[in-house]
């Protein structure tokens, strides 16, 4: 998942693969879009692309076609989605411990923190 992350983390890659996600398009193609970046810059940042496993390529006579692979994102989204699934969990207990009356404190290494005391609403008294 390296090799993903490093190719999502340049602006220029992702607005390549923006790009190419809703159609085929060649690295000419995409290089004209960008406007401010040379040929060899676009066909270095597809490489990336490629080897990432987000983009495919095919050949069309002397031409390559890049087009998004949008199961390239399939690991990526698998390790957000456990990091989700984890953080629903963990609020889930919280708010059990809220309900049920407990201090609110769970274990130290699911990054809990103790449950906080209601506020009360609207002002105090002067005294």
Known sequence: M?????????????????LVRRRERGAGEIHR?????????VSQHLGVLERAGLVTARREGRRRLYRARPKGLGPLKEWLDSM???ALVSLKRLAE???GGAAGVEEAGEGLRPALPARRRGRRREE
């Open 97 to 99: 411990a809220e309900d």
């Open 84 to 86: 989700w699934d984890d």
């Open 2 to 18: 390296d090799g993903l992350l490093q190719a999502l983390g340049a602006p220029r890659r992702r607005e390549i693969l923006a």
């Open 33 to 41: 879009a960008l406007g401010d970046v040379t040929f060899g810059a």
